[in-house]
C-alpha cells in the first residue's frame, strides 16, 4: 500500500515558478513508477510528466517539455515536478500517482495504481 500527499501549489503570475512535491509512504515507493497528472475544470485529467522508479526514464507531455522537470529523491520517498514559465493554461489540480513501473512509462491514469488528493496550482495572467 503507498499513501501519497502533494504539496506546493499556489498562486503564481504567468511566467512565474512552482515546485511540487508528492510525498510517499510505504517501503516499495522506490520501485514504483511515478506521474504527474493535472485536471483542470471541466476537462478530463491530463498526463503532465512521468519518471521511472530509477531515476534512468523521463516522460513529458508536449505541452510542458522544456518547462517543467520531473526527478525523485527515493531516500526520502519524494517526487518532485518543478515548473517554469507557466502559463494560464497550466492551471489545474496536480495530482501525483504510482504504479508498478512497467519499463516503458504510462500516460494513462488508469495505469497507475495510487493517487494523492491533488494540489491546487492557479497561474494568472
Known amino acids: 500500500q503507498v499513501q501519497l500527499v502533494e504539496s506546493g501549489g499556489g498562486l503564481v503570475q504567468a511566467g512565474g515558478s512552482l515546485r511540487l512535491s508528492c510525498a510517499a509512504s510505504?517501503?516499495?515507493?522506490?520501485?514504483?513508477?511515478v506521474a504527474w497528472f493535472r485536471q483542470a475544470p471541466g476537462k478530463e485529467r491530463e498526463f503532465v510528466a512521468a519518471?521511472?522508479?530509477?531515476?534512468?526514464?523521463?516522460k513529458y507531455a508536449d505541452s510542458t517539455k522544456g518547462r517543467f522537470t520531473i526527478s525523485r529523491d527515493n531516500a526520502k520517498n519524494t517526487v518532485y515536478l518543478q515548473m517554469n514559465s507557466l502559463k494560464p493554461e497550466d492551471t489545474a489540480v496536480y495530482h501525483c500517482e504510482a504504479g508498478v513501473d512497467r519499463l516503458v512509462l504510462q500516460v494513462r491514469p488508469a495505469a497507475y495504481n495510487y493517487w494523492g488528493q491533488g494540489t491546487q496550482v492557479t497561474v494568472s495572467s
Open positions: 519518471i521511472s522508479w530509477n531515476i534512468d526514464n523521463t
Open positions: 510505504g517501503r516499495t515507493f522506490s520501485f514504483y513508477a
